[in-house]
């Protein structure tokens, strides 16, 4: 059985940083497609960042240049290093995962999903 469980989350200030983590178990995270997402209070969730099978990034604009998907296979984790944050980044924050993903952007690309983990940046 495939699971996510992320964590790392919390209250920063602007300009602060936090790595978010996204365990996985039931399949190497190695031979699937990953992603993050996020979903502020009345907002659809959005795709922020992926990882494919052969470690290929992607980010959405709003977030390159100060985010860094990365992972970990001996680990069965995911990372999500996010720096230079802004009251814009608050959201919580989901990882997801399938064994293939056409547009990395869209949530219902992908079958499994974690809980999710608050970010609240402050001014």
């Known amino acids: 059985q495939v699971r996510l469980v992320e964590s790392g989350g919390g209250s920063v200030q602007v300009g602060g940083s936090l790595r978010l983590s996204c365990a996985a178990s039931?399949?190497?995270?190695?031979?699937?497609?990953m992603g993050w997402f996020r979903q502020a209070p009345g907002k659809e969730r959005e795709g922020i960042a992926s990882?494919?099978?052969?470690?290929?990034?992607l980010y959405v604009d709003s977030v390159k240049g100060r985010f860094t998907i990365s992972q970990d296979n001996a680990k069965k984790t995911v990372y999500l290093q996010m720096n230079s944050l802004k009251p814009e980044d608050t959201a919580m924050y989901y990882c997801?995962?399938?064994?293939?993903?056409?547009?990395?952007?869209?949530?219902?690309?992908?079958?499994?999903w974690g809980q999710g983990t608050q970010v609240t940046v402050s001014s």
């Open positions: 997801a995962a399938d064994s293939y993903v056409g547009n990395w952007l869209e949530s219902y690309e992908y079958n499994y």
């Open positions: 039931g399949y190497a995270v190695s031979s699937v497609y």
């Open positions: 990882i494919d099978r052969f470690g290929t990034t």
